[in-house]
């Protein structure tokens, strides 16, 4: 009969510290979440607001839209360096980048749909290809999705030496769920 209970009760705190993990993971899920929607919107709110000034083609302008990605990324990579050490801020920290990219790229893609819906000249060119039918546009958008998935892996990399030594020992709480 003690046997039962002890196995129950380890049960029920393997339960519960099963489900405090699974609501950090689901906290660190919406941060990835707010900080592609901050992403995505800046990014295609600048890049419509450059379409709808003349679409400036291969203007150096259209690359700031990287400078926005990179600002929200190193943000992003500022908070996990608190919360994690050496490697595990690395692959934290590609994970989250990759996901906010893709969200981001998304988020624009979207934007460019509905930007095409209004009038296909206001939606986004990519490599003086302008879309004219849907199927230009499903490439253009593509093109996007991919372009932001691998610049967000890139800026990762460049962001990363600046922040791999930041580590004070003081940020790390006791309670981190790795």
């Not at 009760?9 to 609501?23: D, E, N």
């Not at 998304?106 to 819906?117: F, K, P």
């Not at 009038?119 to 990519?126: A, I, Q, R």
Request: no cysteine; charged share 15%.
């Amino acid at each position: 009969m003690d046997d039962r209970f002890l196995d129950l009760t380890t049960l029920r705190i393997i339960t519960y510290f099963h489900i405090i993990k699974a609501s950090k993971i689901q906290m660190k899920t919406a941060n990835i979440i707010k900080y592609s929607l901050i992403a995505g919107i800046s990014i295609a709110i600048y890049l419509g607001l450059l379409s709808a000034l003349g679409n400036l083609g291969a203007s150096p302008l259209k690359f700031l839209k990287y400078v926005i990605l990179g600002a929200v990324l190193f943000t992003v990579m500022s908070i996990l360096r608190k919360s994690h050490r050496d490697t595990a801020f690395l692959t934290a920290s590609l994970s989250a980048n990759v996901k906010i990219a893709a969200i981001a790229g998304v988020i624009v893609v979207i934007a460019n749909a509905i930007l095409y819906s209004i009038n296909p000249e206001l939606s986004l060119e990519k490599y003086s290809m302008i879309p004219e039918e849907a199927s230009d546009i499903v490439v253009v958008s593509g093109i996007l999705i991919m372009e932001s998935v691998v610049i967000g892996l890139l800026l990762t990399f460049v962001i990363y030496p600046a922040l791999k030594n930041k580590y004070s020992g003081k940020e790390i709480s006791e309670t981190q769920v790795d």
